[in-house]
């Protein structure tokens, strides 16, 4: 590991010796160009002040937010029991296919890669009728001490 670090070392002055003598040296003007040529992209995923249902979110919290970010991964054919958020959050499903259904018997199905707004302070379950796992990144708006969400375990799966 020293060696490595010496050899670097080394790399690096033979090259800004020689772009300070004769310009710039091969190697750290591919470098360069490689660099201008790639570029930060940003897409903006979603944009919104309603969940998925349609239906309005809330005024924010009073007092110190607590920002959460959580992976899940479901398993093909799992099932979350009944439950509520009485939290914002959003995601982005990474991969495979969740159902969500509330308990008005409404659904959304989010494919791989898009956004989704869960619902607020509103009952609903997941479930995971695809063929691979769900991976799916989950951000919240919290604050200490609540519960990112409130299981139901008197509202049976059917």
Same mark, same amino acid.
């Given at each position: ?5 010496? +050899? ?9 010796? =020689? =772009?300070?003598? @004769? ?11 490689? #660099?201008?040529?790639?570029?930060? %992209? !940003? ?5 919104? !002040?309603? !969940?998925?249902?349609?239906? %309005? ?24 029991? +009944? ?5 914002? #959050? ?27 707004? %869960?619902?607020? #302070? =509103? ?7 695809? =063929? ?6 989950? @951000?919240?708006? !919290? ?14 799966? %059917?």
């Amino acid at each position: 590991m020293k060696t490595m670090r010496l +050899w670097m070392l080394a790399a690096i002055l033979v090259c800004g010796t =020689t =772009t300070a003598c @004769f310009g710039q040296c091969c190697c750290c003007q591919k470098s360069h160009a490689d #660099n201008a040529a790639q570029k930060v %992209e !940003s897409t903006e995923l979603i944009r919104t !002040s309603q !969940s998925w249902d349609g239906v %309005e979110l809330p005024e924010y919290l009073q007092g110190r937010p607590e920002l959460v970010a959580v992976k899940y991964v479901f398993p093909v054919g799992q099932k979350l029991g +009944w439950h509520h958020h009485p939290v914002m #959050n959003y995601g982005v499903l990474m991969q495979g296919e969740l159902t969500i259904i509330g308990l008005d018997g409404k659904e959304k199905v989010v494919h791989e890669g898009e956004p989704v707004v %869960e619902m607020v #302070n =509103t009952i609903h379950h997941g479930e995971n009728r695809g =063929t691979k796992p769900v991976i799916l990144y989950m @951000f919240y708006l !919290s604050q200490k001490e609540l519960p990112l969400a409130v299981q139901h375990p008197e509202i049976p799966l %059917e």
